[in-house]
């Protein structure tokens, strides 16, 4: 049997997805190694991806940990599901990097936009909760680094600016993009 260390170095040197899965799908072992890597680097384009992350952080709440980077892009028509992200997020202390896209979201009439305004303002409440002005034990996202976000609303640009307002106040994001 290899040691730990040396198998940790083999599984961090496969830069394929799908290899990645076959490795983890070999033993308990190697699961455990391999699963950091997994969900390290996310990317969400369809609702239903957000609902297995959800089911897969309540089945096991430390994968929420590995979590560095989220790209959600959903289009209308596949964003089912959706609305479980901010669970999810909530639980990625150590997310860096956060991408939230609705690419076809300002070809729908205002209407049909009231959903991922909802939605905006559960990502809001997650922000609000990461703000300097909590103390850093209880603050969500205590890493991010950089956030983009294209927001649905067609509110005055002040306002929509405001809804992501808290972002100003974490110490470690530095880069953030409102749409």
Same mark, same amino acid.
């Given at each position: 049997?290899?040691?730990?260390? =040396? =198998?940790?170095?083999?599984?961090? #040197?496969?830069d394929d997805i799908?290899? $990645? *899965?076959?490795v983890a799908v070999v033993c308990k072992r190697l699961n455990n190694?391999?699963?950091?890597f997994l969900y390290q680097s996310l990317v969400i384009s369809d609702g239903s991806q957000a609902v297995m992350l959800a089911e897969a952080i309540?089945? *096991?709440?430390?994968r929420a940990s590995h979590? *560095?980077? @989220? =790209?959600?892009?959903?289009r209308f028509e596949k964003a089912s599901g959706i609305e479980l992200l901010p669970v999810s997020l909530a639980f990625m202390h150590n997310l860096r990097d956060l991408s939230l896209e609705t690419p076809d979201c300002h070809l729908k009439d205002p209407g049909e936009r009231i959903p991922w305004i909802m939605l905006q303002e559960r990502y809001e409440r997650i922000?609000?909760? #990461?703000? $300097? @002005? =909590?103390?850093?034990?209880?603050?969500?996202?205590? *890493?991010?680094r950089s956030c983009t976000s294209l927001n649905p609303s067609q509110k005055p640009p002040l306002r929509r600016k405001s809804v992501f307002s808290n972002l100003v106040l974490m110490d470690r994001c530095r880069h953030f993009t409102l749409c």
């Amino acid at each position: 049997m290899l040691p730990g260390e =040396l =198998l940790v170095s083999i599984v961090a #040197s496969i830069d394929d997805i799908a290899t $990645l *899965r076959e490795v983890a799908v070999v033993c308990k072992r190697l699961n455990n190694l391999t699963e950091p890597f997994l969900y390290q680097s996310l990317v969400i384009s369809d609702g239903s991806q957000a609902v297995m992350l959800a089911e897969a952080i309540t089945k *096991r709440p430390s994968r929420a940990s590995h979590v *560095r980077s @989220l =790209l959600a892009s959903t289009r209308f028509e596949k964003a089912s599901g959706i609305e479980l992200l901010p669970v999810s997020l909530a639980f990625m202390h150590n997310l860096r990097d956060l991408s939230l896209e609705t690419p076809d979201c300002h070809l729908k009439d205002p209407g049909e936009r009231i959903p991922w305004i909802m939605l905006q303002e559960r990502y809001e409440r997650i922000f609000q909760h #990461s703000s $300097l @002005l =909590l103390q850093s034990q209880a603050r969500s996202l205590p *890493r991010l680094r950089s956030c983009t976000s294209l927001n649905p609303s067609q509110k005055p640009p002040l306002r929509r600016k405001s809804v992501f307002s808290n972002l100003v106040l974490m110490d470690r994001c530095r880069h953030f993009t409102l749409c």
